[in-house]
């Protein structure tokens, strides 16, 4: 079982004053600290708990002008791409026609996205056209069901931490 804790809350950011998003991302991190074995998920109307170990009968449901923020850490230990890069997986429920829009942004790797479709097609970014090493995809859902979010890096083996963003249709 991947040891890694990794965070996900739901919050209207986009709409969140900088002091605002500042502390729910220290909160998030004292979560992350101390319960290293389990997903958190916290929205403005809903705290759920999730079993690490069961995150396919736990997909998100994504809710039309929200983004979701998960922060994690890469590290030893975890799922490894045949490529040999540590990764770390988020699944989402989409449904056809939505647009969505998935940013995986870290200082302390050079990141690398991948979001598969239920059917297994899978679509990746290293770098997003913004002059950093961070990724992003807008993905135009074709297929209703659950899509796997891998967030990663381009290098082999590199540690440190990621904030995975996930705007809403
Ligand atoms: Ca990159």
Do not use: C
Not at 43 to 67: C, F, H, S, W
Not at 104 to 120: E, H, K, N, R, W
């Amino acid at each position: 079982m991947d040891p890694l804790a990794h965070t996900l809350f739901g919050a209207a950011l986009a709409e969140s004053g900088l002091k605002r998003r500042s502390r729910y991302a220290t909160a998030t991190l004292l979560i992350g600290a101390n319960l290293p074995d389990i997903d958190v998920v916290a929205g403005q109307d809903q705290t759920v708990t999730l079993n690490r170990a069961a995150p396919i009968e736990n997909a998100n449901v994504m809710q039309p002008g929200r983004v979701q923020t998960f922060t994690g850490q890469l590290r030893r230990g975890d799922t490894v791409r045949p490529t040999n890069q540590y990764a770390d997986s988020h699944y989402f429920d989409w449904v056809a026609g939505q647009t969505v829009r998935v940013e995986l942004d870290s200082d302390d790797v050079d990141t690398y996205l991948i979001v598969t479709a239920p059917s297994g097609i899978a679509q990746h970014n290293d770098d997003r056209p913004d002059g950093t090493l961070n990724s992003a995809l807008t993905i135009q859902v074709n297929e209703t069901g659950r899509w796997h979010v891998q967030a990663s890096t381009y290098g082999p083996y590199s540690t440190g931490d990621y904030t995975l963003r996930v705007h809403g249709p």
